[in-house]
Protein backbone atom coordinates (compact mmCIF):
# COMPACT_ATOMS: atom_id res chain seq x y z
CA UNK A 1 0.00 0.00 0.00
CA UNK A 2 1.52 3.27 -0.99
CA UNK A 3 1.47 5.44 2.29
CA UNK A 4 4.51 8.19 1.05
CA UNK A 5 2.26 11.31 1.44
CA UNK A 6 1.25 9.98 5.01
CA UNK A 7 5.02 9.32 5.67
CA UNK A 8 6.13 12.73 4.47
CA UNK A 9 3.48 14.72 6.13
CA UNK A 10 4.35 12.03 9.78
CA UNK A 11 7.98 13.32 9.21
CA UNK A 12 6.64 17.45 8.74
CA UNK A 13 5.02 17.13 11.48
CA UNK A 14 7.27 15.37 14.07
CA UNK A 15 9.44 18.39 13.79
CA UNK A 16 6.10 20.71 15.02
CA UNK A 17 3.78 18.98 16.72
CA UNK A 18 4.96 16.46 19.80
CA UNK A 19 5.40 13.10 18.12
CA UNK A 20 3.80 14.71 15.20
CA UNK A 21 0.20 14.05 16.43
CA UNK A 22 -2.21 16.25 18.62
CA UNK A 23 -3.39 13.19 20.66
CA UNK A 24 -0.82 10.40 21.72
CA UNK A 25 -2.64 7.49 20.93
CA UNK A 26 -3.00 9.06 16.97
CA UNK A 27 0.67 7.86 16.54
CA UNK A 28 0.91 4.32 16.82
CA UNK A 29 3.60 3.93 19.19
CA UNK A 30 1.10 0.73 20.15
CA UNK A 31 1.91 -1.04 17.03
CA UNK A 32 4.31 0.93 14.77
CA UNK A 33 4.18 2.23 11.52
CA UNK A 34 3.29 5.41 9.23
CA UNK A 35 0.17 7.15 11.49
CA UNK A 36 -1.94 7.85 7.73
CA UNK A 37 -2.69 11.15 7.64
CA UNK A 38 -6.37 11.42 6.71
CA UNK A 39 -7.47 13.53 3.81
CA UNK A 40 -11.58 13.05 3.95
CA UNK A 41 -14.11 10.96 6.02
CA UNK A 42 -17.24 9.40 4.04
CA UNK A 43 -20.11 7.39 5.79
CA UNK A 44 -17.70 4.07 6.93
CA UNK A 45 -14.99 5.05 5.21
CA UNK A 46 -11.89 7.41 5.72
CA UNK A 47 -9.56 8.40 2.91
CA UNK A 48 -6.17 8.74 3.11
CA UNK A 49 -3.91 11.20 1.73
CA UNK A 50 -2.19 8.36 -0.77
CA UNK A 51 -5.96 7.81 -1.79
CA UNK A 52 -6.10 4.59 0.05
CA UNK A 53 -9.45 3.64 1.30
CA UNK A 54 -10.47 2.24 4.62
CA UNK A 55 -13.68 0.83 6.75
CA UNK A 56 -13.48 2.96 10.02
CA UNK A 57 -14.25 0.94 12.83
CA UNK A 58 -12.27 4.09 15.33
CA UNK A 59 -14.96 6.72 14.23
CA UNK A 60 -13.16 9.15 15.66
CA UNK A 61 -12.78 6.84 18.65
CA UNK A 62 -16.76 6.50 19.02
CA UNK A 63 -18.24 9.91 18.21
CA UNK A 64 -19.17 9.62 14.41
CA UNK A 65 -22.07 7.04 15.52
CA UNK A 66 -24.01 8.09 12.21
CA UNK A 67 -20.83 7.97 9.91
CA UNK A 68 -18.38 10.89 8.50
CA UNK A 69 -19.59 13.75 7.32
CA UNK A 70 -23.58 12.52 7.67
CA UNK A 71 -25.47 15.36 5.30
CA UNK A 72 -27.83 16.34 8.09
CA UNK A 73 -24.52 17.91 10.36
CA UNK A 74 -22.77 18.94 7.56
CA UNK A 75 -25.96 21.35 6.43
CA UNK A 76 -26.55 21.99 10.55
CA UNK A 77 -23.12 22.68 10.86
CA UNK A 78 -22.98 24.90 7.91
CA UNK A 79 -26.24 27.15 8.82
CA UNK A 80 -25.34 27.63 12.05
CA UNK A 81 -21.52 28.78 10.97
CA UNK A 82 -23.07 31.21 8.35
CA UNK A 83 -24.69 32.86 11.79
CA UNK A 84 -22.05 32.53 13.10
CA UNK A 85 -19.73 30.39 15.24
CA UNK A 86 -19.59 31.46 18.66
CA UNK A 87 -21.24 33.98 20.60
CA UNK A 88 -19.68 33.39 24.31
CA UNK A 89 -23.68 34.35 25.26
CA UNK A 90 -26.22 31.67 25.73
CA UNK A 91 -28.42 30.51 23.01
CA UNK A 92 -31.50 28.77 22.15
CA UNK A 93 -29.58 25.48 21.01
CA UNK A 94 -28.25 24.49 24.49
CA UNK A 95 -31.17 23.92 25.86
CA UNK A 96 -32.60 22.23 22.91
CA UNK A 97 -29.56 20.02 23.39
CA UNK A 98 -29.85 20.09 27.15
CA UNK A 99 -33.70 19.29 26.88
CA UNK A 100 -32.99 15.98 24.41
CA UNK A 101 -29.61 14.79 26.90
CA UNK A 102 -31.98 15.13 30.35
CA UNK A 103 -34.75 13.10 28.05
CA UNK A 104 -32.56 10.46 27.25
CA UNK A 105 -30.19 9.70 30.10
CA UNK A 106 -32.10 8.64 32.86
CA UNK A 107 -30.25 10.24 35.74
CA UNK A 108 -29.60 13.13 34.50
CA UNK A 109 -32.05 16.57 35.73
CA UNK A 110 -29.64 19.11 35.10
CA UNK A 111 -26.57 19.15 32.75
CA UNK A 112 -23.46 21.72 31.63
CA UNK A 113 -22.21 21.42 28.39
CA UNK A 114 -18.13 21.53 28.60
CA UNK A 115 -15.70 21.15 25.38
CA UNK A 116 -14.01 17.72 26.05
CA UNK A 117 -14.48 14.62 28.23
CA UNK A 118 -11.68 15.36 30.53
CA UNK A 119 -13.28 19.08 30.92
CA UNK A 120 -16.30 16.70 32.24
CA UNK A 121 -14.92 14.35 33.91
CA UNK A 122 -12.69 17.00 35.96
CA UNK A 123 -15.67 19.03 36.76
CA UNK A 124 -17.27 15.92 37.93
CA UNK A 125 -14.99 15.28 40.07
CA UNK A 126 -15.25 18.49 41.88
CA UNK A 127 -18.84 18.50 41.61
CA UNK A 128 -18.77 15.32 43.62
CA UNK A 129 -15.86 16.80 46.08
CA UNK A 130 -18.00 20.09 46.76
CA UNK A 131 -21.07 17.73 47.54
CA UNK A 132 -19.88 15.29 49.70
CA UNK A 133 -17.12 17.72 51.44
CA UNK A 134 -14.83 14.64 51.18
CA UNK A 135 -11.81 14.54 49.22
CA UNK A 136 -10.86 11.00 48.43
CA UNK A 137 -11.87 8.69 45.08
CA UNK A 138 -12.03 5.13 43.84
CA UNK A 139 -11.10 4.75 40.04
CA UNK A 140 -10.11 0.98 38.51
CA UNK A 141 -7.09 0.24 36.54
CA UNK A 142 -7.07 0.84 33.03
CA UNK A 143 -10.18 3.15 33.27
CA UNK A 144 -9.25 6.12 31.63
CA UNK A 145 -11.30 9.43 32.73
CA UNK A 146 -9.24 12.05 30.46
CA UNK A 147 -5.79 13.83 31.83
CA UNK A 148 -7.03 15.98 34.72
CA UNK A 149 -4.14 15.04 37.65
CA UNK A 150 -6.20 13.05 39.58
CA UNK A 151 -7.26 10.53 37.18
CA UNK A 152 -3.71 10.09 36.32
CA UNK A 153 -2.64 7.28 38.61
CA UNK A 154 -0.31 4.04 38.31
CA UNK A 155 -2.96 1.21 37.96
CA UNK A 156 -2.11 -0.22 41.35
CA UNK A 157 -2.36 -4.02 41.10
CA UNK A 158 -5.04 -5.33 43.94
CA UNK A 159 -6.18 -2.90 46.64
CA UNK A 160 -4.37 -0.16 45.50
CA UNK A 161 -2.42 2.23 48.23
CA UNK A 162 -2.89 5.95 47.83
CA UNK A 163 -2.58 6.76 43.76
CA UNK A 164 1.49 7.66 43.00
CA UNK A 165 1.62 9.79 39.91
CA UNK A 166 1.12 8.12 36.56
CA UNK A 167 2.82 11.31 34.39
CA UNK A 168 5.86 13.81 34.83
CA UNK A 169 4.16 17.07 35.91
CA UNK A 170 1.44 15.17 38.46
CA UNK A 171 1.99 16.34 41.35
CA UNK A 172 2.08 13.18 44.17
CA UNK A 173 -0.65 15.54 46.52
CA UNK A 174 -2.47 16.03 43.15
CA UNK A 175 -3.04 11.57 43.04
CA UNK A 176 -2.70 11.05 47.08
CA UNK A 177 -6.42 11.36 47.27
CA UNK A 178 -7.15 8.66 44.33
CA UNK A 179 -7.18 4.92 45.44
CA UNK A 180 -7.31 2.19 42.41
CA UNK A 181 -9.04 -1.03 42.54
CA UNK A 182 -9.58 -3.32 39.89
CA UNK A 183 -12.04 -3.67 37.73
CA UNK A 184 -14.91 -6.10 38.07
CA UNK A 185 -13.67 -5.93 42.13
CA UNK A 186 -16.33 -5.38 44.49
CA UNK A 187 -14.72 -6.75 47.19
CA UNK A 188 -11.65 -4.46 46.59
CA UNK A 189 -14.08 -1.71 46.26
CA UNK A 190 -15.27 -2.51 49.88
CA UNK A 191 -12.39 -2.75 51.34
CA UNK A 192 -11.54 0.67 50.00
CA UNK A 193 -14.80 1.91 51.34
CA UNK A 194 -13.81 0.39 55.30
CA UNK A 195 -10.34 1.77 55.12
CA UNK A 196 -11.87 5.09 54.36
CA UNK A 197 -14.72 5.46 56.11
CA UNK A 198 -16.42 8.57 55.85
CA UNK A 199 -13.61 9.79 53.12
CA UNK A 200 -14.07 9.12 49.85
CA UNK A 201 -16.50 11.44 47.58
CA UNK A 202 -16.93 8.91 44.69
CA UNK A 203 -16.16 6.28 42.73
CA UNK A 204 -15.55 6.65 39.27
CA UNK A 205 -16.15 4.24 36.44
CA UNK A 206 -16.44 3.62 32.84
CA UNK A 207 -19.82 1.37 33.27
CA UNK A 208 -18.33 -0.88 30.42
CA UNK A 209 -14.91 -0.02 29.66
CA UNK A 210 -13.12 1.17 26.34
CA UNK A 211 -9.49 2.45 27.34
CA UNK A 212 -8.03 -1.22 28.44
CA UNK A 213 -9.37 -2.86 25.42
CA UNK A 214 -12.53 -3.16 25.35
CA UNK A 215 -14.34 -4.88 29.15
CA UNK A 216 -17.60 -5.40 30.08
CA UNK A 217 -18.61 -5.47 33.71
CA UNK A 218 -19.33 -8.30 35.53
CA UNK A 219 -23.06 -9.57 36.27
CA UNK A 220 -23.49 -7.42 39.75
CA UNK A 221 -20.26 -5.05 39.47
CA UNK A 222 -22.61 -2.27 38.92
CA UNK A 223 -25.52 -2.64 40.89
CA UNK A 224 -22.77 -3.29 43.93
CA UNK A 225 -20.60 0.04 43.03
CA UNK A 226 -24.31 1.51 43.56
CA UNK A 227 -24.99 -0.92 46.43
CA UNK A 228 -21.34 0.61 48.26
CA UNK A 229 -21.94 4.25 47.26
CA UNK A 230 -24.87 4.25 48.93
CA UNK A 231 -24.03 2.86 52.30
CA UNK A 232 -21.04 4.67 52.88
CA UNK A 233 -22.85 7.81 51.77
CA UNK A 234 -20.35 8.55 48.22
CA UNK A 235 -21.03 9.96 44.99
CA UNK A 236 -21.76 7.03 42.02
CA UNK A 237 -19.74 8.81 38.52
CA UNK A 238 -20.30 7.10 35.30
CA UNK A 239 -18.00 8.36 33.02
CA UNK A 240 -20.04 7.91 30.16
CA UNK A 241 -17.93 9.73 27.49
CA UNK A 242 -17.45 6.77 25.48
CA UNK A 243 -20.81 4.52 26.45
CA UNK A 244 -23.08 7.59 26.23
CA UNK A 245 -25.69 7.22 23.28
CA UNK A 246 -23.57 4.62 22.48
CA UNK A 247 -24.24 1.25 23.50
CA UNK A 248 -27.65 2.70 24.17
CA UNK A 249 -29.60 6.08 23.56
CA UNK A 250 -29.91 6.18 27.41
CA UNK A 251 -26.38 5.36 28.08
CA UNK A 252 -24.97 2.18 30.03
CA UNK A 253 -26.96 3.06 32.95
CA UNK A 254 -29.98 2.05 30.24
CA UNK A 255 -28.50 -1.00 29.47
CA UNK A 256 -27.55 -2.20 32.89
CA UNK A 257 -30.31 -0.02 34.70
CA UNK A 258 -28.14 1.39 37.39
CA UNK A 259 -28.41 5.11 37.67
CA UNK A 260 -25.33 7.15 38.65
CA UNK A 261 -25.16 10.44 40.75
CA UNK A 262 -23.31 12.45 38.20
CA UNK A 263 -23.02 11.05 34.60
CA UNK A 264 -20.14 12.36 32.07
CA UNK A 265 -20.62 12.55 28.61
CA UNK A 266 -18.60 13.30 25.48
CA UNK A 267 -17.82 11.90 21.75
CA UNK A 268 -21.32 11.15 20.15
CA UNK A 269 -23.34 13.97 22.15
CA UNK A 270 -21.23 16.63 20.06
CA UNK A 271 -21.61 14.60 17.03
CA UNK A 272 -18.15 14.91 16.22
CA UNK A 273 -17.77 18.41 17.42
CA UNK A 274 -15.95 19.17 20.61
CA UNK A 275 -18.72 19.13 22.79
CA UNK A 276 -18.87 16.96 26.36
CA UNK A 277 -21.16 17.15 29.17
CA UNK A 278 -21.61 16.68 32.48
CA UNK A 279 -25.19 16.13 34.89
CA UNK A 280 -27.23 14.73 37.57
CA UNK A 281 -30.02 15.03 40.02
CA UNK A 282 -31.10 18.86 40.87
CA UNK A 283 -29.88 19.01 44.08
CA UNK A 284 -26.19 18.03 42.83
CA UNK A 285 -25.97 20.60 39.67
CA UNK A 286 -27.51 23.65 41.70
CA UNK A 287 -23.97 23.67 43.27
CA UNK A 288 -22.55 24.30 39.84
CA UNK A 289 -21.61 28.40 39.66
CA UNK A 290 -23.15 30.42 38.85
CA UNK A 291 -25.95 28.58 40.63
CA UNK A 292 -23.64 27.63 43.22
CA UNK A 293 -20.43 27.96 44.78
CA UNK A 294 -18.88 24.97 42.60
CA UNK A 295 -16.83 27.18 39.89
CA UNK A 296 -16.01 26.06 36.64
CA UNK A 297 -16.15 27.70 33.16
CA UNK A 298 -15.45 27.69 29.39
CA UNK A 299 -14.54 30.24 26.58
CA UNK A 300 -16.50 27.49 23.65
CA UNK A 301 -18.62 25.46 26.50
CA UNK A 302 -22.23 24.92 24.24
CA UNK A 303 -20.67 26.18 21.22
CA UNK A 304 -23.25 26.90 18.81
CA UNK A 305 -21.61 24.28 15.77
CA UNK A 306 -20.99 21.56 18.76
CA UNK A 307 -24.56 22.32 19.88
CA UNK A 308 -26.58 22.33 16.61
CA UNK A 309 -24.14 19.24 15.43
CA UNK A 310 -25.28 17.22 18.54
CA UNK A 311 -28.92 18.15 18.16
CA UNK A 312 -29.05 16.23 14.69
CA UNK A 313 -27.40 13.05 15.65
CA UNK A 314 -29.12 12.27 18.87
CA UNK A 315 -32.45 13.09 16.68
CA UNK A 316 -31.23 10.80 14.18
CA UNK A 317 -30.69 8.34 17.23
CA UNK A 318 -34.21 8.74 18.16
CA UNK A 319 -35.44 6.84 15.38
CA UNK A 320 -37.26 3.47 15.51
CA UNK A 321 -35.11 0.64 15.00
CA UNK A 322 -31.33 2.48 14.95
CA UNK A 323 -30.04 0.83 18.03
CA UNK A 324 -31.37 -2.45 16.91
CA UNK A 325 -29.61 -2.13 13.63
CA UNK A 326 -26.38 -0.99 15.50
CA UNK A 327 -26.49 -4.08 17.81
CA UNK A 328 -27.26 -6.64 14.65
CA UNK A 329 -24.55 -5.32 12.71
CA UNK A 330 -21.99 -5.37 15.37
CA UNK A 331 -23.04 -8.61 16.94
CA UNK A 332 -22.71 -10.25 12.93
CA UNK A 333 -18.95 -8.73 12.74
CA UNK A 334 -18.09 -9.95 16.42
CA UNK A 335 -19.21 -13.55 15.54
CA UNK A 336 -17.76 -13.72 12.42
CA UNK A 337 -14.62 -12.30 13.53
CA UNK A 338 -14.53 -15.10 16.43
CA UNK A 339 -15.23 -17.60 13.89
CA UNK A 340 -12.93 -16.58 11.77
CA UNK A 341 -10.18 -16.72 14.20
CA UNK A 342 -11.18 -19.71 15.87
CA UNK A 343 -10.99 -21.78 12.30
CA UNK A 344 -7.41 -20.39 12.01
CA UNK A 345 -6.85 -21.53 15.19
CA UNK A 346 -5.78 -18.49 17.41
CA UNK A 347 -6.32 -17.39 20.59
CA UNK A 348 -9.04 -14.83 20.39
CA UNK A 349 -12.29 -13.11 21.66
CA UNK A 350 -14.71 -10.73 20.55
CA UNK A 351 -17.58 -9.11 22.84
CA UNK A 352 -19.70 -5.94 22.48
CA UNK A 353 -22.43 -3.81 24.27
CA UNK A 354 -24.80 -2.28 21.36
CA UNK A 355 -21.99 -0.43 18.72
CA UNK A 356 -19.20 -0.36 20.22
CA UNK A 357 -16.94 -3.75 20.83
CA UNK A 358 -13.51 -5.09 21.11
CA UNK A 359 -11.38 -7.91 20.98
CA UNK A 360 -8.18 -9.76 22.61
CA UNK A 361 -6.08 -12.40 21.27
CA UNK A 362 -6.45 -14.47 24.25
CA UNK A 363 -8.22 -17.65 25.33
CA UNK A 364 -9.18 -16.87 28.94
CA UNK A 365 -11.94 -14.13 29.85
CA UNK A 366 -10.76 -10.86 29.96
CA UNK A 367 -12.16 -9.13 33.20
CA UNK A 368 -9.98 -6.20 33.93
CA UNK A 369 -6.40 -4.25 33.07
CA UNK A 370 -4.09 -7.11 34.42
CA UNK A 371 -5.94 -10.12 32.47
CA UNK A 372 -6.08 -7.63 29.45
CA UNK A 373 -2.41 -7.12 29.48
CA UNK A 374 -1.61 -10.99 29.02
CA UNK A 375 -3.30 -10.89 25.66
CA UNK A 376 -1.06 -11.40 22.61
CA UNK A 377 -0.61 -7.48 21.89
CA UNK A 378 2.30 -8.25 19.27
CA UNK A 379 0.21 -10.49 17.48
CA UNK A 380 -2.85 -7.38 17.82
CA UNK A 381 0.02 -5.11 16.58
CA UNK A 382 0.19 -7.66 13.26
CA UNK A 383 -3.34 -7.80 12.89
CA UNK A 384 -3.77 -4.15 13.21
CA UNK A 385 -1.30 -3.90 10.46
CA UNK A 386 -2.38 -6.61 8.18
CA UNK A 387 -6.15 -5.32 8.35
CA UNK A 388 -4.94 -1.86 7.56
CA UNK A 389 -2.98 -2.87 3.99
CA UNK A 390 -6.48 -4.71 3.49
CA UNK A 391 -7.78 -1.43 4.08
CA UNK A 392 -9.73 -2.22 7.02
CA UNK A 393 -9.20 0.65 9.98
CA UNK A 394 -8.60 -0.73 13.74
CA UNK A 395 -7.57 0.90 16.27
CA UNK A 396 -3.89 1.09 16.83
CA UNK A 397 -3.26 -0.01 20.23
CA UNK A 398 -5.00 -3.20 22.15
CA UNK A 399 -6.11 -1.17 24.70
CA UNK A 400 -9.05 0.60 22.90
CA UNK A 401 -12.34 0.04 21.89
CA UNK A 402 -14.06 -0.30 18.02
CA UNK A 403 -16.78 0.99 17.11
CA UNK A 404 -19.50 0.92 14.43
CA UNK A 405 -22.01 3.29 12.86
CA UNK A 406 -25.09 3.42 11.18
CA UNK A 407 -22.76 4.15 8.01
CA UNK A 408 -21.63 0.15 8.28
CA UNK A 409 -23.85 -2.03 5.51
CA UNK A 410 -23.95 -5.74 5.81
CA UNK A 411 -21.63 -5.65 2.92
CA UNK A 412 -18.71 -3.88 4.62
CA UNK A 413 -19.54 -5.78 7.08
CA UNK A 414 -18.99 -9.11 5.11
CA UNK A 415 -15.77 -7.16 3.40
CA UNK A 416 -14.40 -6.90 7.33
CA UNK A 417 -14.71 -10.28 8.08
CA UNK A 418 -13.73 -11.45 4.66
CA UNK A 419 -10.48 -8.82 5.22
CA UNK A 420 -10.18 -11.04 8.83
CA UNK A 421 -10.02 -14.31 7.48
CA UNK A 422 -7.24 -13.37 5.53
CA UNK A 423 -5.24 -11.24 8.11
CA UNK A 424 -5.46 -14.18 10.75
CA UNK A 425 -4.16 -16.85 8.06
CA UNK A 426 -1.11 -14.09 7.48
CA UNK A 427 -0.41 -13.42 11.12
CA UNK A 428 -1.09 -17.24 12.72
CA UNK A 429 2.98 -17.81 11.06
P1 LIG B 1 -11.44 13.72 25.80
O1 LIG B 1 -10.81 14.71 26.73
O2 LIG B 1 -10.38 12.97 24.96
O3 LIG B 1 -12.54 14.32 24.93
O4 LIG B 1 -12.18 12.61 26.67
C1 LIG B 1 -11.46 11.92 27.66
C2 LIG B 1 -12.15 10.60 27.96
C3 LIG B 1 -12.90 10.50 29.11
N1 LIG B 1 -13.55 9.36 29.43
C4 LIG B 1 -13.49 8.28 28.61
C5 LIG B 1 -14.21 7.02 28.99
C6 LIG B 1 -12.75 8.33 27.41
O5 LIG B 1 -12.70 7.25 26.60
C7 LIG B 1 -12.07 9.52 27.07
C8 LIG B 1 -11.22 9.65 25.81
N2 LIG B 1 -11.11 8.47 25.04
C9 LIG B 1 -9.91 8.37 24.23
C10 LIG B 1 -9.91 6.99 23.57
N3 LIG B 1 -9.38 6.02 24.43
C11 LIG B 1 -9.83 9.47 23.22
C12 LIG B 1 -8.76 9.27 22.18
C13 LIG B 1 -7.53 10.09 22.48
O6 LIG B 1 -7.14 10.18 23.65
O7 LIG B 1 -6.96 10.60 21.49
Redesign the pocket.
Known amino acids: MNTQRSAALFAQAQQILPGGVN ?4 AYRGVGGVPRFISHGEGAYLYDVDQNRYIDYVLS ?2 PLILGHAHPGIVEAISDQARRGTSFGAPTELESTLAELVIDAVPSIEMVRFVS ?6 MSALRLARAYTGREKIIKFAG ?5 ADAFLVQAGSGVATLGLPDSPGVLGSATATTLTAPFNDLDAVEALFKQNDGQIAAVAV ?1 PVA ?2 MGFVLPREGFLPGLRRLCDQYGAVLLF ?1 E ?2 TGFRVAYGGAQAMYGVQPDIT ?1 L ?2 VVGGGLPA ?1 AYGGRREIMQLVAPAGPMYQAGTLSGNPLAMAAGIVTLRELQQPGVYERLSAVTSTLCQGLWKAAFKAGLPFQAHKAGSMWGFFFAADEVTDFASAKKSDTALFGRFFHAMLERGVYLAPSQF ?2 AFVSLAHSDEIVTATIDAAKASFAEIRG
Not at 116 to 121: D, P, R, V, W
Open positions: SPVRWGSGTEATCYHGHEGNDVMCGKAEA
